[in-house]
């Protein structure tokens, strides 16, 4: 009898828990959260007019490009919004996933498929369907990747900020970038390499285009691993810093605005390949070159004999 009561009374208190209402949330933040939500979808509006339309100097696909950027930009004032006032809440964490899953999962998977597919042309053929399928498998397992790599954040995540020093897989917002920049550098960049020397510019466009559904691929997998990324606004920015950066900060502007797209691809592949290359050295080269050293050593001290 008195399990019985026991039981009734904490599934009582899980009904009440379920009905109980949200009363309150922050309005900036929140508003900034859903400001990139909205940017994403601006990117798939965008993305879908094809390459034949734009704005002034701007392709639509370069302004699809953009927009993702936006949301980026709203993503980090958000969080910073919400520590600044002491109000960051559960629900601020699912809006700003739910919102990343658009922009930073399904706007750059949807950009990259249009645009491949208007590279390619793709006809009524074997090798048609054929690229055709392969291109919307990438797409579709990119935008699987990012929404585990989101939830997964979720439920592993602590509110508290020393503890965001670093990343657990590749961030969705690094792995967007990764596409978007070299659709920005396809779309602006490699156009006025055409006005120097055509052979230039079809050697670039196609390593890009045939490269892009690999690589996004390559970032893909990189989201949801467990290898290690800085936080680059905890480790590098915020706090005091020596001297030393502020001169690499001034000297990273000037490079952006000498040529922003190139900065953007060096940026976002750099970020993605530096801590694959620094995880595969730790763990596969550092870790073969050191078990022969270390049993020379112990064959030295006699713990073990020698072949």
Request: positive net charge; aromatic residues 10%.
């Amino acid at each position: 009898m008195h399990r019985l009561r026991t039981q009734a009374a904490r599934e009582s208190l899980l009904r009440r828990v379920r009905k109980q209402r949200l009363k309150y949330i922050t309005i900036l933040p929140s508003l900034v959260t859903i400001l990139n939500g909205v940017c994403g979808f601006g990117a798939i509006v965008l993305a879908s007019k094809g390459a034949n339309a734009g704005f002034g100097h701007f392709t639509c696909f370069a302004m699809a490009g953009y927009m993702i950027l936006l949301a980026m930009i709203a993503d980090v004032l958000d969080g910073r919004l919400a520590r600044m006032s002491r109000s960051t809440s559960s629900f601020g964490g699912q809006l700003d996933s739910l919102c990343d899953v658009v922009s930073f999962g399904v706007a750059p998977a949807f950009l990259m498929l249009e645009v491949l597919e208007y590279k390619f042309g793709l006809t009524e053929s074997a090798v048609g369907d054929f690229l055709q399928r392969f291109i919307w498998l990438v797409a579709a397992a990119y935008t699987s990747c990012a929404a585990i790599r989101l939830a997964r954040f979720n439920v592993e995540n602590e509110e508290d900020e020393s503890a965001h020093m670093s990343f657990m897989g590749l961030p969705t917002p690094a792995a967007a970038g990764v596409v978007v920049s070299l659709i920005i550098f396809h779309q602006e960049a490699l156009p006025e390499l055409a006005t120097r020397g055509t052979r230039a510019y079809l050697i670039g466009e196609n390593i890009i285009i045939y490269a892009l559904p690999f690589l996004a691929l390559g970032v893909a997998a990189l989201m949801i691993t467990r290898i290690r990324y800085p936080h680059i606004l905890n480790q590098y920015i915020k706090g005091k810093k020596p001297f030393a950066h502020l001169i690499r900060a001034l000297l990273f502007l000037v490079l952006i605005i000498w040529s922003r797209q190139a900065v953007l691809v060096l940026l976002f592949c750099g970020f993605a390949a530096g801590g694959f290359a620094k995880w595969f050295y730790y763990r596969v080269l550092r870790k073969t070159t050191l078990a022969p050293s270390i049993e020379s050593r112990a064959v030295r001290d006699g713990m073990i004999g020698p072949d």
